[in-house]
T-cell receptor, first 116, second 111 residues
Framework: DTGVSQNPRHKITKRGQNVTFRCDPI?????LYWYRQTLGQGPEFLTY????????KSRLLSDRFSAERPKGSFSTLEIQRTEQGDSAMYLC??????????????FGPGTRLTVL | DAKTTQPTSMDCAEGRAANLPCNHS???????VYWYRQIHSQGPQYIIH???NNETNEMASLIITEDRKSSTLILPHATLRDTAVYYC????????????FGQGTILTVHP
């Protein structure tokens, strides 16, 4: 078990550019979550996947944001036409729902985005 | 999900027990209490969770009151590496696992 991994760890981009982040969940975890965390605040839920299906999106996820999990394994989060307000830590978490009734999620180290 | 209330900050001397309180008076019967911590610039780290009974693992103990309206996370022998933001979260039922983080408690462990 290598844990949840995220790449890149840091991304600096200019306003208006597109960026894409990748999350590799813990092997066999069927649920994958994306959160965003701004400075001084707790993480906020963005969206989640059950296998390859995206089942819920937060109102925080504007139409410039898109997430995919094409084969039910890794996931990508793309932000188009980035704005300075998109600067944040983007966190990914995964969870195994098979045979469990709890919501324990395991987080990755995050991708810190800075939009200049 | 039920909301939680935690103190903004707490201090603890190294080697002493750190007791972090959390109020969750609107918790539902099928909701669990989770504790995570976040060390600066890292992702949140799962610590422990419980439903009704007290729980203990290698990291901490969780004491849940009988009415389940509050809980306390105990770090039995705090070290400098335990300095972090600690989040108490209530989740379960129909929330599909979405975790709602509050502001958390900033725990500072002093030498």
């Amino acid at each position: 078990d290598t844990g949840v991994s995220q790449n890149p760890r840091h991304k600096i981009t200019k306003r208006g550019q597109n960026v894409t982040f990748r999350c590799d969940p813990i092997s066999e975890h069927n649920r994958l979550y994306w959160y965003r965390q701004t400075l001084g605040q707790g993480p906020e839920f963005l969206t989640y996947f059950q296998n390859e299906a995206q089942l819920e999106k937060s109102r925080l996820l504007s139409d410039r944001f898109s997430a995919e999990r094409p084969k039910g394994s890794f996931s990508t989060l793309e932000i188009q036409r980035t704005e300075q307000g998109d600067s944040a830590m983007y966190l990914c978490a995964s969870r195994d729902t098979s045979g469990q009734s709890t919501d324990t999620q395991y987080f990755g180290p995050g991708t810190r985005l800075t939009v200049l | 999900d039920a909301k939680t209330t935690q103190p903004t900050s707490m201090d603890c001397a190294e080697g002493r027990a750190a007791n972090l309180p959390c109020n969750h008076s609107t918790i539902s019967g099928n909701e669990y209490v989770y504790w995570y911590r976040q060390i600066h610039s890292q992702g949140p780290q799962y610590i422990i969770h419980g439903l009704k009974n007290n729980e203990t693992n290698e990291m901490a103990s969780l004491i849940i009151t009988e009415d389940r309206k509050s809980s306390t996370l105990i770090l039995p022998h705090a070290t400098l590496r335990d300095t972090a933001v600690y989040y108490c979260i209530v989740s379960g039922g129909t929330s599909y696992g979405k975790l709602t983080f509050g502001q958390g408690t900033i725990l500072t462990v002093h030498p």
